[in-house]
């Protein structure tokens, strides 16, 4: 018979939380140190997740218009947190418009747009 191993208690709280043992069950085995690091695993584990972001509106733009905005997102390149900050700038603007006006109703008013 060989000599007993003590497995470090990071990886026997690993261990315990891939297998689902719970650290009231790791707690009668006398090993504490594993015990408070898988409390703090399953605290963790509970926690509640940040809601999704609400995507409704973009699903209620047409593919074309979809298309469109990523066109010129497209137009020259621009790294993905660019892309991000456009979009975020965007919905902003559009945020501050009065309701029941688009952006493109607001520049009209203000002669920001010219036909072809």
Do not use: N, W, Y
């Amino acid at each position: 018979m060989g000599k007993p191993v003590v497995v470090p208690p990071v990886t026997l709280a690993q261990m315990c939380f891939s297998l689902g043992i719970t650290a009231d069950r790791l707690a009668e085995t006398g090993r504490e140190d594993a015990v408070e690091i898988l409390r703090e695993m399953e605290r963790t584990a509970q926690a509640p997740e940040a809601p999704a972001p609400d995507l409704s509106a973009l699903g209620e733009l047409s593919t074309f218009q979809q298309e469109l905005i990523l066109k010129v997102l497209d137009e020259r390149p621009r790294s993905k947190k660019e892309k991000a900050l456009l979009l975020h700038t965007l919905a902003a603007a559009l945020e501050s418009e009065p309701d029941g006006d688009t952006p493109t109703e607001s520049a009209d008013r203000r002669g920001d747009v010219h036909s072809a």
